[in-house]
């Protein structure tokens, strides 16, 4: 039977929310947010899961961060503008959701309390399994995001980090993909503060 509490490298995508240059400056603990972001897009490649990337009103303010921009166009992730802070608020983001077909959505971004948490609101009531990264999310002050997490959890969403989801999607050792995972997981990493 299957767990809608585990992760299934089947049934999972991921759901990268506004890393955007012009708002990622102002992000407390921007830094350790940004490498465990690259960590979650390098690692989700292993089990080929699909991307879907989001921009809130990149004419204001900017595209996505070109670091992360790089690594998930090698990863073939589709990127779609809105305007909606949810961005199940875009009938293109919703029709996209609904292309790829994945009940399990692992959700990363900024800003915590505004575009992640309204997101993640809105997947929980569509009845989807979301995992929210804590250490890929971030805010501007660090009550918001901690008060957007609890919120997130109180919904219904799996508050969890990115080496957990990697691990999960694996399930167990003495793989190639473990072993590809092991050497992503050896390079060294600031954590965002709690």
Known sequence: MLNPNRLDPDRAMLLVIDYQSKLLPF??????ILDAAKLLFKGTAIFNLPILVTEQYPKGIGHTDESLAAILTEQNATTLEKMAFSSCGESAVRDKLREIDRPQVIVCGIEAHV???QTVLDLTQMDYDVFVTADAIGSRQPFDYKIALDRMRQSGAQVTTVESVLFELCDECGT???KELIELIKTPRTMPTP
């Open 27 to 32: 992000i407390h603990d921007r830094d350790p």
């Open 176 to 178: 190639p993909r473990f």
């Open 115 to 117: 575009c992640v948490q």
